[in-house]
């Protein structure tokens, strides 16, 4: 009995100082990225396929599951755009643009378009994000991305950052003819 005690109180002290030195320690883990996908419209004048500012001043984004058997319902966001915002780009992630819901961010299939151009939809499927550990020690565990591309009305896009630095790399979404 006397052992039993001794062995259950030197594994919980050992548990407490193994998290409680995981509790002071800051991971830096340079994936900030890694789980998301940027857009941006084409609006530099006199470029082909450029939209105008007033074409952009309202962004409609729906999501809708992959699975034809998912729970979850589509879900639709109006991007309401000021002038000085136009030209930022839509970030499509974990949290980001709608409300996290059960299902990972590559799950759905994302349309994207200006309000005021319904003709002008974007389709994004096909959402591929893959990473292994790459630093990993008793507190943090880091990842680097190993494959990460989308489709874009059916058109493959590879979205990883070629330097390998974990920068955004966006896509451009020119105005269709």
């Given at each position: 009995m006397l052992r039993s005690s001794f062995t259950r109180l030197l594994l919980l002290?050992?548990?407490?100082?193994?998290?409680?030195?995981?509790?002071n320690k800051s991971c830096f883990c340079q994936d900030a990225y890694d789980n998301v996908v940027f857009f941006r419209f084409n609006v530099k004048p006199g470029t082909?396929?450029?939209?105008?500012?007033?074409?952009?001043?309202?962004?409609?984004?729906?999501?809708?599951?992959v699975s034809p058997r998912s729970t979850f319902k589509p879900d639709t966001v109006r991007l309401t755009r000021t002038l000085a915002q136009v030209d930022d780009s839509i970030a499509l992630g974990t949290s980001l643009t709608f409300p996290s819901a059960g299902l990972r961010f590559t799950?759905?299939?994302?349309?994207i378009w200006p309000a005021s151009l319904p003709k002008q939809t974007f389709v994004i499927d096909s959402l591929r994000v893959q990473s292994?550990?790459?630093?990993?020690?008793?507190?943090?565990?880091?990842?680097?991305v190993t494959r990460?591309?989308?489709?874009?009305?059916?058109?493959?896009?590879?979205?990883?950052?070629?330097?390998?630095?974990?920068?955004?790399?966006?896509?451009?979404?020119?105005?269709?003819?």
């Open positions: 002290g050992s548990t407490l100082a193994l998290g409680a030195c995981c509790a082909p396929g450029a939209f105008t500012a007033a074409e952009l001043a309202t962004i409609i984004i729906t999501r809708t599951p799950q759905y299939q994302y349309k292994r550990p790459d630093a990993v020690d008793g507190c943090c565990t880091c990842y680097q990460k591309d989308l489709r874009l009305d059916k058109d493959s896009i590879n979205v990883m950052d070629p330097t390998g630095q974990d920068k955004p790399v966006y896509v451009l979404l020119n105005k269709k003819p």
